[in-house]
T-cell receptor, first 111, second 114 residues
Framework: GEDVEQSLFLSVREGDSSVINCTYTDSSSTYLYWYKQEPGAGLQLLTYIFSNMDMKQDQRLTVLLNKKDKHLSLRIADTQTGDSAIYFCAESIRNDYKLSFGAGTTVTVRA | DVKVTQSSRYLVKRTGEKVFLECVQDMDHENMFWYRQDPGLGLRLIYFSYDVKMKEKGDIPEGYSVSREKKERFSLILESASTNQTSMYLC?????????????FGPGTRLTVL
């Protein structure tokens, strides 16, 4: 079965890098996703990585995947106040409609 | 711009009332989902539907039912609301192709049951 875990809180100074970590247990995961939820809003897809990749970079975002350890991370470079949000890690399994979400990491950016 | 809309942003109901939460998507997606979001627990799947009139239970279906009479609309029903159903409810839709599975979310309905 799927079980996605992530730490609940992260505080980071504006301009620093943020690193959010996630572990998953199902080795047959095909895609892994990072969603962002801003205050009072629904979730929005931030980025994703296919399971045969190790790294994906998209502007200030870097996703690292370690399949051996079932570890996923999201690095946000030059963190801004607009990056304050809850970040959810999620995995999908081939031929399954569902996504399995972690509990979400609340990122607070301080001046 | 793709859109998932939910009928209410905030709702206050009394214990024992029947509650309807409506969700509409304009992307012609086959799949629709209802989640509840609670602090520290993340998103938990209540029900989902992969076609009109089809539904499957998620991880926490007890106390809830759903209805999907039209492709674009998916309703969540609380037959007799209880205080432990106070939560944020999120609707999502997707066009699942067997691999990539991005879900698009509505803004959420914050339900308070008194």
């Amino acid at each position: 079965g799927e079980d996605v875990e992530q730490s609940l809180f992260l505080s980071v100074r504006e301009g620093d890098s943020s690193v959010i970590n996630c572990t998953y247990t199902d080795s047959s995961s095909t895609y892994l996703y990072w969603y962002k939820q801003e205050p009072g809003a629904g979730l929005q897809l931030l980025t994703y990585i296919f399971s045969n990749m190790d790294m994906k970079q998209d502007q200030r975002l870097t996703v690292l995947l370690n399949k051996k350890d079932k570890h996923l991370s999201l690095r946000i470079a030059d963190t801004q106040t607009g990056d304050s949000a809850i970040y959810f890690c999620a995995e999908s399994i081939r031929n399954d409609y569902k996504l399995s979400f972690g509990a979400g990491t609340t990122v607070t950016v301080r001046a | 711009d793709v859109k998932v809309t939910q009928s209410s942003r905030y709702l206050v109901k009394r214990t024992g009332e029947k509650v309807f939460l409506e969700c509409v998507q304009d992307m012609d997606h086959e799949n629709m989902f209802w989640y509840r979001q609670d602090p520290g627990l993340g998103l938990r799947l209540i029900y989902f539907s992969y076609d009109v009139k089809m539904k499957e239970k998620g991880d926490i279906p007890e106390g809830y039912s759903v209805s999907r009479e039209k492709k674009e609309r998916f309703s969540l029903i609380l037959e007799s609301a209880s205080t432990n159903q106070t939560s944020m409810y999120l609707c999502a839709s997707s066009s699942f192709t067997g691999a990539y599975n991005e879900q698009f979310f509505g803004p959420g309905t914050r339900l308070t049951v008194l």
